[in-house]
C-alpha cells in the first residue's frame, strides 16, 4: 500500500471561512511516492479517526502563531494570528506524537509544532535578534537567499549530506526555547534557528525555509520530503 501523509488544510477566518492549500506540498509528497490526504478543522475524535488511517503527517506553512500558546504577550510586530488554526495544529501535534507517527513541519509548523509540545518562538527577527540577517527575501521565492548551519551530528546533516545550504525565507518569527526532546539541528549566521529535529520518540523534523518551492533548482530538498514518506512506509509495516 502506498503511504499516507495527512496534510493539515490552511484556514482563513475572515468572512464566512475558506480552507486551502497550496499545490506545492502536496506535489512533493506525490514526487516522493506518498498519498496526501487533506482534511479541515476536525474535533478531537474526528481527528483520531484521520490519524489512525494515515502513516504521516505533514505541517504546511502558514500565518503566525498565537504568543499566549507560549506564555508571552503579543509583541507589537505580531502579524495576523487564527486560534482556530492554532488550536487545530496544536491538538493534531500532540496527538500525531503521541500515536507515534513522523512529522516533517514547514515553516508556521515548524514554530507550531515547538510550541505544541512546550517550546517558545522569537515573535519577530528584526526587532529581537541583534545583527539580525534579512529573513523576508525579495526575491523569487525558489531562491535561496541566506544559508544554514546544519549541525554535524544531526538527522538533517545525514539526510542531506552537507553542513552548509543556502535557504529561501519568508518569516519574521522563529523558534526561540527548543521543546523538550528537541535539539536544534540548522542555524542561519544571525544564530536564528532554521531546523529542529526530535531526539527521542517518533521522527520529527522541522525546517524554517519552503523546501517545496526550492526542489526544481535544488533537488537535495526533496530529500526531507523523501525522508517523510521513508519514515511512514515504517508507521504502515508496524501497523
Ligand atoms: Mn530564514
Known sequence: MQPTIAIPLCHEWQGAGKFYMHQPYVDRILEAGGLPILFPFLAEQQL????????????????????????????????????????????????????????????????????????????????????????????????????????????LASLMETSSIMVNSFHHQAVGRLAPGFNASAHAADGVVEAIESSAGPFALGVQWHPELMTARQPLMQRLFGALVEQAKLTEERR
Do not use: T, Y
Request: one cysteine or more; hydrophobic letters at 45%.
Open 48 to 155: 483520531q479517526s484521520v490519524l489512525a488511517s494515515v502513516h504521516g503527517v505533514l505541517l504546511p506553512g502558514g500565518i503566525d502563531v498565537d504568543a499566549a500558546l507560549f506564555g508571552e504577550e503579543p509583541h507589537p510586530k505580531c502579524g495576523e494570528i487564527n486560534p482556530l488554526w492554532d488550536a487545530m495544529d496544536v491538538s493534531l501535534v500532540r496527538m500525531a506524537r503521541g500515536m507515534g507517527l513522523p512529522l516533517l513541519a514547514i515553516c508556521r509548523g515548524i514554530q507550531i509544532l515547538n510550541v505544541a509540545l512546550g517550546g517558545g518562538l522569537v515573535q519577530d527577527i528584526p526587532s529581537q535578534v541583534p545583527r539580525a540577517i534579512q529573513h523576508a527575501q525579495d526575491a523569487p521565492r525558489w531562491h535561496g537567499s541566506h544559508a544554514v548551519h546544519i549541525r554535524r551530528d544531526s538527522k
